[in-house]
C-alpha cells in the first residue's frame, strides 16, 4: 500500500466485479465492473464521499476547495467554475496551448539522449493551466512559482504508515517542513495575485475572474480570497501533473510500437502540414485521439478513487454498510478479461467510430457522476495539442533493458522517469 498501491488489487479483480474484504471491522469492496461503478459514482452517488484518506492527504494543501469539498459547498464551486470548461472557451485556449507545446518541442531537441522527457512534459502541462487561469499574471515570478508547485506537491500523495490508522477526515495530516515553506510561498502569490485583480478591477477569460464572480444563489455573497485561492492551487493540482502523466504513457506506448506511431505521425503531417496545431485542426486529429484514449485505458493516471460509504446502501444489490470503503478500480475495469479482448494489448482501433464501446461504464479514466472530471474536455485538448506537436517535430524509441515500472502515488506514473531516444523529423 505504501509503496505501490495498484499492487494490492487482485488478479480476481480483473475477472470479477466486486472484491469485498473485512478489514479493522469495516468491509473494503474492490469494484471493477461498469455496473458497479455506476452504482457507486453515479445512481447511489450521495450515499458516498471521497476518501477520508485522499482528503486528509489533499486538505492542508488544497483546503475545502472544488476538490476537497462535500455538500452544498461543493456544488457552489462546481458550479462557479463549470462555465470556464465549456467546449468554446476550451477551444479559445488552442493557440496558447500550441505556444507552450512549442516551447517544450523545441527544449526536447535540445536534450542529452537518451532524454527523460517526463520534466518537460510536466512544464507543458503546468505552463497550460497556469495560462488558464490567469491570462496575465501581473505580481508573480513564475519560476519561483514553479519550484513552489513541485516543493509543495512533492511526496503529498505517498501513502505513510500513519495514513492507514482509521482516522476523522478533519485530522490535520502533518506536512514536512519544505512542503510547509513551499505552500506559503504558494499562498502569498497567489493572495497577491488576487489582491491586484481585485483592485485593478481589469477584467480577463480566465478561471480567476469566474471565481471572482462567482455568487453564492442564496446569500449572493462572493467566495472570500481564500477560497478562490485554494480553488487556484486545486486546479494546478488536478489539472498537470494527470495530463503531463497521460503524455508520458502515450509516447511510451508510441515508442514502443513504431507503426502506430508512423500512422499518428502521418495523420499529424497531413492535417498540420507542418504548421502550428489550430482550434480547427483539434476535431480531425482523429487517430490521435484514439491513440490517447487507449492510452489512458492501459495507463489511467487515476488508477484508482476511493469512497466511504456515509450510510447503508447497496452495491449491485449486495448490502454494504455506513463506514464501508469503495476502491473503485479504474484500472481493473479497463483491463478486464470480460469487457476488453486482449485486454493489455495497445490498439488505439478499439476507440475507432465502428468498434467504440458501446457502455460509456466500461472505461471511465475521468471517474464518473457528479463528481467526474471537471477538466476532461481541457485535458484531451490539451493532451492533442503537445502530443500532435512533439510527433510533428520527432520520432520517440525506447531504451532497450530500462524497465518501465508503473507506480501509484494518487496518480500512476513511470517510477524513475522514462528515457527514451529522441530523433528530429526533419
Ligand atoms: C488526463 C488528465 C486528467 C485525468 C485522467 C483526470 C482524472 C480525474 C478523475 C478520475 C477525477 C475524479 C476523482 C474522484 O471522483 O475522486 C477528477 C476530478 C477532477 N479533475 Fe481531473 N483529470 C485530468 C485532468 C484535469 C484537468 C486538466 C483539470 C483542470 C484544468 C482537472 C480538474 C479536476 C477537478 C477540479 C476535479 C474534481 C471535480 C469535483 O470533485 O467536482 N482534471 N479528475
Known amino acids: 500500500m505504501r509503496r505501490n498501491p495498484v499492487e494490492l488489487l487482485p488478479v480476481e479483480a480483473f475477472e470479477f466485479t466486486r472484491i469485498s474484504v473485512p478489514f479493522f471491522g469495516r468491509t473494503v469492496h474492490t469494484i471493477s465492473g461498469p455496473e458497479e461503478m455506476k452504482a457507486v459514482l453515479l445512481d447511489d452517488a450521495d450515499a458516498w464521499r471521497k476518501s477520508p484518506l485522499v482528503i486528509r492527504m489533499l486538505r492542508p494543501v488544497l483546503g475545502d476547495s472544488i476538490l476537497t469539498a462535500h455538500d452544498d459547498s461543493w456544488r457552489r464551486q462546481r458550479k462557479a467554475l463549470q462555465p470556464g470548461f465549456v467546449k468554446a472557451r476550451i477551444l479559445d485556449l488552442v493557440p496558447a496551448m500550441a505556444e507552450a507545446a512549442d516551447r517544450v518541442s523545441a527544449f526536447v531537441g535540445q536534450a542529452s539522449q537518451p532524454a527523460d522527457v517526463t520534466p518537460a512534459l510536466n512544464e507543458a502541462a503546468l505552463s497550460v493551466i497556469e495560462n488558464a487561469l490567469f491570462t496575465q499574471a501581473k505580481s508573480f515570478n513564475r519560476a519561483i512559482m514553479r519550484k513552489a508547485v513541485e516543493d509543495v506537491f512533492e511526496g503529498l500523495g505517498r501513502t505513510r504508515y500513519s495514513d492507514l490508522l482509521p482516522l476523522h477526515e478533519a485530522t490535520p495530516r502533518l506536512m514536512g517542513r519544505k512542503a510547509q515553506r513551499a505552500r506559503q510561498v504558494l499562498r502569498k502569490a497567489l493572495t497577491g495575485e488576487i489582491a491586484a485583480r481585485r483592485l485593478s478591477g481589469d477584467r480577463h477569460e480566465d478561471l480567476l475572474q469566474l471565481l471572482l464572480d462567482a455568487r453564492d444563489p442564496d446569500t449572493g455573497g462572493g467566495f472570500s480570497d481564500n477560497d478562490v485561492r485554494d480553488n487556484l492551487i486545486s486546479l494546478v493540482a488536478a489539472g498537470h501533473e494527470t495530463t503531463a502523466i497521460a503524455l508520458t504513457w502515450a509516447l511510451y506506448l508510441l515508442a514502443i510500437d513504431p507503426e502506430t506511431q508512423d500512422r499518428a505521425a502521418a495523420e499529424i503531417d497531413s492535417v498540420l502540414s507542418g504548421g502550428p496545431v489550430t482550434k480547427e ?117 525506447p531504451v532497450h533493458g530500462h524497465a518501465v515500472n508503473p507506480v501509484m502515488t494518487i496518480t500512476f506514473r513511470p517510477e524513475g522517469g522514462l528515457p527514451l531516444y529522441i530523433t528530429p523529423r526533419q
Open 281 to 397: 485542426s483539434i476535431a480531425k486529429l482523429v487517430f490521435l485521439r484514439q491513440v490517447l484514449e487507449e492510452t489512458m485505458r492501459l495507463y489511467p493516471p487515476a488508477p484508482m478513487i476511493g469512497r466511504r460509504a456515509i450510510r447503508n446502501t447497496q452495491i449491485a444489490e449486495r448490502q454494504v454498510k455506513r463506514g464501508d470503503i469503495a476502491l473503485v478500480a479504474f484500472y481493473a475495469l479497463q483491463r478486464h478479461s470480460r469487457y476488453w479482448d486482449n485486454p493489455d494489448a495497445f490498439d488505439p482501433d478499439r476507440f475507432s467510430p465502428e468498434r467504440r464501446p458501446t457502455d460509456p461504464w466500461v472505461y471511465r479514466p475521468f471517474g464518473g457522476g457528479p463528481r467526474a472530471c471537471i477538466g476532461s474536455g481541457f485535458a484531451m485538448t490539451e493532451a492533442i495539442v503537445i502530443l500532435a506537436t512533439l510527433l510533428r517535430d520527432y520520432r520517440f524509441a
